[in-house]
């Protein structure tokens, strides 16, 4: 479906014939003849073998019945001779559809991205098998009807040694509230391998295959290390390789962090769909023109469920990936990300610093400028300040669908400026950066000019401004290296190590 997506892998391993049963069992070889035993003072009747009603009653080779007597295979009680099709009654997995045929819609391109190797998830079972397979996506994905309401009968699409499969998948163990839990939906990627295991016609677990893609980012913060240089630091980590992807860092079902917000360094998923796509990369439609809405090609989630949750980072997603791992030291636990408009409110109801409602353009008043650290949330976005030009410009860390140099809404995570024009100091600073430091991106999008009325209005009850508390006993965050009074040059110099 997608553009990123290349050729389907058709290395997948086929199910070897050899490790079932066939239809047709072979007979075992008759054993050789043997002296007949003497005879002992038994009674008569036990002169002649007893007739077996059973075969687990059987004792010993020479009391095997004809081979004309013997009992078709699927009676057998030996299980070494249980015929496999004729016990379970169903076919393996490569040779079915739920539906009872493939379906009709082309199968998708895969996407050259690799997964991380070893993850697997789901329980396993005494009938379960397993099939390696290349994940499509949800069966009639964007259509009418797929949507969040509908979600846990949602079929998916499989290529397996070649050919379009769909199955049902497991979708996990419901909280108090009675919502499932898609512990598989949740680690299912488009363009992937994947080792599927079956019990019966669905999927209860997957493990994915091959080596995650290797990146070290341009500047790299310390898991759980409290400073505020850190927190900064761990924040550019993605910069310049994550694309914006509405719902991205939010969970499959969009209701809390994703897998990759609540793990320890940058995604290498996020590194691989960046490196998948170009400049004319939308995240949802085409020259930004609703008339173009396409709702079956679109990354964005038109059916209010995050189907591609792994690709790339929202502005919520992004911040609250960069506080987990600037404050945590371990992978899987509560995540942060929240709704943009009161994420700064409930970073200080934490306890980790103050928030204030009052949000202004900085006028050079004390109080107005925006310091180091801080993050606003904004109607609808939120963002992290790396402190205010004497311009009165601020320089900031967000996830954004800036537009690229061939008008493309794409964008991501960047540094930006908030002025009022491109002269300011606060954009010259983030276009020499991001020309400097991520060229990659810089070829396809400009440094963003974001505008003031924009950046600086709070008229959310709950939207406003954080700031981190450094000096008080147990502060989750220090400033030992007085980044709080810097101006944003001096920070990015003291980040990027110049």
Not at 22 to 35: A, G, I, N, W
Not at 327 to 336: A, V
Not at 465 to 481: H, K, N, Q
Request: with cysteine.
């Amino acid at each position: 479906m997608k553009v990123f997506i290349e050729e389907l892998n058709k290395n997948c391993r086929k199910e070897s014939e050899d490790e079932v049963e066939t239809e047709e069992q072979k007979e075992p070889e008759k054993p050789e003849e043997t002296e007949k035993p003497e005879e002992t003072e038994k009674p008569e009747e036990t002169e002649k073998p007893k007739e077996q009603k059973d075969p687990k009653d059987w004792k010993d080779p020479k009391d095997w019945k004809e081979p004309k007597d013997w009992k078709e295979p699927k009676d057998w009680k030996d299980p070494w001779n249980w015929n496999w099709k004729d016990l379970w009654g169903w076919k393996a997995p490569t040779d079915q559809t739920v539906s009872g045929e493939n379906a009709n819609s082309e199968a998708k391109p895969a996407n050259p991205a690799r997964a991380a190797a070893g993850t697997n998830t789901g329980a396993s079972s005494k009938s379960a098998v397993t099939v390696e397979a290349v994940y499509l996506g949800v069966k009639d994905y964007g259509t009418e009807g797929i949507d969040k309401d509908h979600k846990d009968s949602f079929l998916y699409r499989f290529e397996v040694e070649g050919t379009e499969k769909i199955y049902k998948i497991d979708n996990g163990a419901k909280d108090a509230e009675g919502n499932y839990a898609y512990p598989i939906q949740n680690l299912l990627k488009e363009g992937y391998r994947y080792r599927l295991t079956f019990d019966n016609d669905t999927v209860i677990a997957v493990e994915e295959l091959d080596a995650p893609l290797a990146f070290s980012p341009v500047v790299q913060g310390t898991p759980g290390e409290g400073t505020l240089k850190n927190f900064l630091m761990t924040a550019l980590e993605p910069v310049g390789t994550t694309l914006y992807i509405y719902g991205g860092g939010w969970d499959w079902q969009d209701l809390g962090s994703a897998v990759q917000a609540k793990t320890l360094g940058v995604s290498s998923d996020w590194v691989q769909f960046f490196e998948s796509q170009d400049e004319n990369f939308t995240y949802k439609e085409k020259d930004g023109d609703e008339a173009k809405k396409d709702p079956v090609n679109s990354y964005y989630p038109y059916g209010e469920y995050n189907e591609y949750y792994y690709a790339g980072l929202d502005c919520s997603g992004y911040v609250g990936w960069a506080v987990y791992n600037a404050i945590e030291t371990e992978n899987g636990l509560e995540g942060y990300a929240s709704g943009a408009t009161g994420m700064a409110k409930k970073l200080a109801d934490q306890g980790w610093g103050t928030w204030t409602h009052d949000l202004k353009a900085p006028d050079g008043n004390d109080g107005s400028e925006m310091k180091p650290g801080d993050i606003i949330s904004i109607d609808g976005h939120v963002w992290i300040s790396l402190g205010t030009c004497e311009d009165g410009s601020v320089l900031i860390l967000h996830s954004t669908p800036s537009m690229s140099r061939t008008g493309q809404p794409g964008g991501g995570v960047q540094i930006s400026a908030v002025g009022t024009s491109e002269d300011c100091e606060a954009y010259q600073l983030a276009d020499a950066y991001m020309s400097k430091y991520y060229p990659a991106w810089y070829e396809r999008y400009p440094a963003y000019l974001c505008d003031p009325a924009r950046y600086f209005t709070a008229e959310n009850e709950n939207a406003g401004r954080f700031t981190w508390d450094t000096e008080s006993d147990g502060a989750v965050l220090g400033d030992p290296d007085g980044l709080k009074d810097m101006e944003p040059a001096e920070v990015l110099e003291a980040v990027f190590g110049e």
